[in-house]
């Protein structure tokens, strides 16, 4: 028994000695590359061989496989992304700059939270900016800064950036409307009575990509695919459209996906402009425009994006014996949830006196977003102050960045002063006209505009998540209902609508209108954090149900 009980502390003794020689060894590693890279930035003899960076890169990428669980490695991956970043200042070869793009993504997807993610976003933000001129990376880049270290010490650089970015887009917006005038002068007449377009924005991942075109006017447009042997193309015309020189100079757009290569456009005719979508393997496309500004938004999805319940249930029929890892594949775990305070900045959505719907909105949001990190989700913004962000950019953040829900939050309002109480939306055509009332003060548009926008719906419907949607809807509209009893909230119920905010969200989405601002009682409620607390605690157990009535079809519980 004594023999086993000293071989027992000998085996502890010896297995913490290596873990701890091990950890040391790891960090000399690291400071070992640290003091070099330091030092040879500073050397401007040394620093212009490759060579030399190349064998720092390897110190902290043996630091990096050391102890990949360990505090070193996301250090490493850090100063992997610096190393190629400074090697490509004195290279001036793209490729460097994409590796260094390449690490400091890699830092913040293997060690999300990390201390220095910011930090390595940001110099991200600036290669794309600065070096390859892609700000609409960058400026995705600076959102998820802003999003997901609103504590950090970066986040203030990055909402400059941000501001600058705002102000060169809506400059520039301003500016086209005049442009070289007097040297366009024949193409001016040409061109009289034609909308023209004024920014092209786009945002990517993986299997999704959202290309917005501004103009300064409404247009009809339309759309076809022409079948290819290598990849076939979607083909989009905006009719009674003409292209600035500025743009005829850039011609296309450069994507890379393997669904979507790239985009090319043109004046195809004097009054019409024509995009030409280079696609292979999609799953879906839809195409639809918005207004005030007006602009034509073009959705493409890659066949990378299986998530539906319909799939579930059929795995289920197959084989009993799922497990969590079917609910992961299927993109079904709910792990990430994207808060939207709707409004912001020079929208500040319904008022009453000083009371502004854009500030509750707000307040609810970061209460809410504690409570949801309290129960373990990862929790993103598409607002975390007072900022003014389109309505098409908000379901795109919640895309590109990989949420798993969308929850929208507002106030409501209404002329009769006597309508109050709680409703939940979900994207639909309108079912009543208190519903189309609601979708065209969101949305900034008349009512009569709403019947127009429900013609579009047939074409969003494909990939939107209708049943699942409404699922969540009604599960947090009941939880709230509960965690609100004692404030005695009016029931008005799960309604659908066409929201703007709501289209084309890829995972389940919902609009909140918390109570109507036109309302004593409601006004009274919405002002008081402990009724906001409420309307939150109801919104996380709605969630919870929501996730356990996933797992149930998959035959966890």
């Known amino acids: 028994m004594i023999k086993k009980l000293v071989l027992l502390v000998f085996l502890i003794f010896f297995c913490t000695f290596t873990y701890t020689s091990y950890s040391a060894s790891c960090r ?21 061989y490759r060579k030399n960076w190349v064998k720092i890169k390897d110190l902290f990428y043996k630091a990096y496989i050391c102890d990949k669980k360990g505090p070193y490695a996301p250090k490493s991956l850090y100063y992997i992304g610096r190393t190629y970043q400074e090697l490509g200042k004195r290279s001036y070869l793209k490729k460097d700059f994409l590796k260094a793009i390449k690490y400091f993504d890699l830092l913040v997807k293997k060690y999300p939270g990390h201390s220095w993610g910011d930090d390595a976003k940001l110099y991200s933000a600036k290669i794309k900016l600065n070096r390859f001129k892609n700000i609409e990376d960058a400026y995705i880049d600076l959102l998820y800064i802003v999003n997901m270290y609103p504590k950090g010490d970066k986040v203030r650089e990055a909402q400059k950036l941000l501001k600058e970015l705002d102000d060169k887009y809506l400059k520039k917006l301003k500016g086209n409307l005049t442009e070289r005038k007097k040297s366009n002068s024949s193409f001016a007449k040409k061109a009289k ?17 959202r290309v917005v075109v501004d103009l300064t006017d409404k247009v009809k447009f339309r759309k076809f695919v022409l079948k290819g042997n290598l990849y076939s193309r979607l083909v989009v015309d905006l009719e009674g459209t003409f292209l600035p020189k500025s743009f005829l100079r ?9 669904f979507l290569y790239q985009v090319r456009f043109a004046q195809f005719r004097k009054n019409v402009v024509r995009f030409v979508f280079y696609v292979n393997h999609i799953k879906d496309f839809k195409v639809f425009a918005l207004e005030n500004p007006f602009r034509v938004v073009v959705d493409i999805y890659g066949k990378g994006d299986l998530g539906n319940i319909k799939l579930v249930k059929e795995a289920v029929k197959k084989s009993q014996k799922v497990s969590e890892s079917l609910i992961e594949q299927l993109g079904l775990d709910i792990r990430t949830i994207m808060i939207d305070p709707g409004h912001g900045g020079k ?39 007072d900022k003014f962000i389109p309505l098409e950019e908000r379901t795109v953040m919640a895309n590109t960045m990989g949420a798993d829900l969308f929850i929208s939050l507002h106030v409501n309002a209404c002329r009769n002063r006597r309508v109050r109480g709680i409703e939940v939306y979900y994207l639909n055509i309108a079912s009543s006209k208190d519903a189309i009332r609601v979708a065209a003060r969101e949305n900034a548009v008349s009512t009569k505009k709403i019947s127009d926008l429900q013609l579009i719906l047939t074409d969003l419907m494909l990939n939107s998540k209708i049943k699942e949607s409404s699922i969540l809807a009604s599960k947090v509209l009941n939880k709230i209902l509960w965690s609100c009893r004692r404030y005695h909230p009016e029931n008005n119920g799960v309604r659908q609508a066409p929201f703007y905010v709501l289209m084309g969200a890829r995972m389940p989405a919902i609009l909140i209108e918390i109570g109507y601002i036109t309302n004593p009682q409601d006004r009274r409620k919405i002002r008081t954090y402990s009724y906001l607390k409420s309307i939150a605690k109801g919104v996380v157990q709605g969630i919870l149900a929501y996730r356990k009535g996933i797992k149930k079809y998959a035959g966890l519980y």
Do not use: H
């Open 28 to 48: 000399s590693l690291f400071y070992e590359g640290y003091k070099s890279f330091y030092s040879l930035k500073k050397d401007k003899k040394r620093s212009r």
């Open 193 to 209: 009575g034609l909308a023209k377009v004024v920014n092209i924005r786009k945002w990517s991942d993986k299997d999704y990509a």
């Open 250 to 258: 850039i011609k296309k757009i450069e994507l890379k996906r393997k």
């Open 347 to 385: 929208d500040p959505g319904a008022i009453y006196g000083r009371l502004k719907e854009k500030d509750i909105n707000l307040r609810l949001a970061k209460i809410l977003g504690k409570m949801l990190k309290q129960k373990g989700f990862k929790v993103l913004y598409t607002r975390t102050t």
